[in-house]
């Protein structure tokens, strides 16, 4: 049994939002009693105990739309035009790096950025990958690296027929192979959903081939939707419809599905989204970065879609998403009332939400029988820390960096800064001879 004493804890728990001296009781990978921190030491005298000194206890943080093989993508430079267009990019860098990815590359490109993860509070991740010439076992290699880490995953492999029909097979058949051994596994810590890239690398033959296989393996889809202007343009020449049109019309958006992105939609695919309960990722540093547009998450939300927060790759700590999200929105709009709510709506509420889609247990909230996934910050504020600020707290002095402590499933992962059973330097080191030589085929 583990008992965190002495904190001030968040729980976002509305039935009990803020204990000023607060400890947190342990069982396994739950927890079992929250309450005053005398009384609870006083109760569990035996319990191993971590002194919060004070400090910030909150839950784990979540990323509902990560690119783990983009770490391979840090500081490389392939030459040529600088791209002006969002297909550029997708084909000057991502569809260049991905084809020449291995098993072992897959692997050890999910290092850096779990270390970063554990190290920035990240208990929680979604996964997209795509290794085309490497798909088959590129799931369990990720796999292999969160059990490693001690992440909780959710992932899938991304379908396409970019690189001809035997490839999308191939990925397939990954998608289902892995959905099967999740489903064997029954562990909240692995899970699984069906990966594809976007609509408009998407035949109606191999969507099929996706919806059927799917349906079969009992899981929901993980696509980009309307991220570029180009996916909307392929749409409408090749189908006669829009991109979340489409992606409605063939069973594709679901209560159990993520469209990432969808940025340029109408407002009757808006009511589309809405209908089909489907979960939207909003990731707005990868937005910026790629020049595709603002997505109109808050007008999203007004009208009660499911709106979560990820990376898209971007980055491990997703508390950069949240500041980002905060500015993008009001510089968008030149108006600085709004995208006060909805931003830590997205990342502290809803990504819980879209998570617990996904797993049979509950997560994000300090409270009783909820999974321990929870973390430490070393931050004291300049202005009192409480259930009504600490929002503003993180958002204009809490980052990742002020993480100390970190537990996932009841396991401490990091402590003191000191990740636990993991050796840093060899799995870096390793991640970069694999870097190097992947740069060098490509």
Request: hydrophobic letters at 40%.
């Amino acid at each position: 049994m583990l008992l965190i004493g002495n904190g001030k804890i968040i729980t976002r728990d509305n039935a009990c939002p803020f204990l000023e001296n607060g400890a947190i009781v342990i069982n396994e990978n739950l927890i079992k009693e929250v309450g005053d921190s005398q009384a609870l030491c006083k109760k569990y005298p035996k319990a191993e105990f971590i002194d919060a000194k004070g400090k910030i206890v909150m839950p784990g943080f979540i990323n509902t739309h990560m690119h783990y093989y983009s770490t391979f993508a840090r500081g490389i430079n392939l030459g040529g035009k600088p791209a002006t267009t969002f297909g550029e990019v997708l084909s000057g860098l991502w569809w260049r790096l991905d084809k020449k990815l291995t098993l072992e590359d897959v692997y050890y490109s999910c290092a850096a950025p779990m270390i970063d993860q554990i190290r920035s509070g990240v208990t929680s991740v979604i996964d997209h990958h795509a290794s085309p010439f490497a798909a088959a076992g590129s799931l369990f290699k990720i796999a292999e690296a969160a059990k490693l880490f001690g992440i909780r995953s959710n992932l899938c492999y991304e379908v396409s027929d970019r690189d001809g029909e035997q490839i999308a097979d191939e990925g397939i058949k990954e998608n289902f192979n892995f959905a099967k051994y999740c489903r064997e596994q029954k562990d909240d810590m692995i899970t699984s959903l069906f990966g594809m890239h976007a609509q408009m690398t998407i035949s109606d033959k191999t969507l099929k081939k996706c919806v059927e296989a799917a349906d079969l393996a009992g899981i929901g889809f993980h696509i980009h939707a309307a991220e570029g202007i180009e996916d909307v343009i392929d749409s409408i020449s090749k189908y006669g419809m829009r991109v979340i049109e489409r992606l409605y019309k063939h069973g594709i958006l679901s209560k159990k599905s993520i469209a990432v992105h969808c940025i340029h939609i109408t407002e009757e695919e808006l009511y589309l989204l809405k209908e089909s309960g489907v979960a939207v990722v909003h990731n707005p540093q990868s937005n910026m970065a790629n020049a595709v547009g603002v997505s109109p998450v808050l007008e999203m939300i007004k009208k009660g879609v499911l709106v979560g927060m990820g990376t898209d790759g971007y980055a491990a700590d997703v508390l950069e998403s949240y500041k980002t999200a905060a500015i993008l929105h009001k510089h968008a709009r030149a108006l600085p009332s709004v995208a006060w709510g909805e931003p830590p709506a997205m990342l502290f509420e809803n990504n819980k939400k879209i998570m617990e889609r996904l797993i049979r247990g509950k997560l994000g909230v300090i409270a009783k029988d909820h999974y321990a996934d929870i973390v430490i910050a070393d931050y004291s504020g300049p202005t009192e820390v409480n259930a009504e600020t600490i929002n503003s707290h993180i958002l204009f002095g809490i980052s990742g960096r002020h993480v100390n402590t970190t537990i996932i499933n009841g396991k401490i992962v990091m402590r003191d800064r000191a990740l636990i059973n993991i050796d840093e330097e060899e799995l870096l080191a390793k991640s970069r001879e694999h870097a190097k030589k992947l740069w060098e085929r490509i």
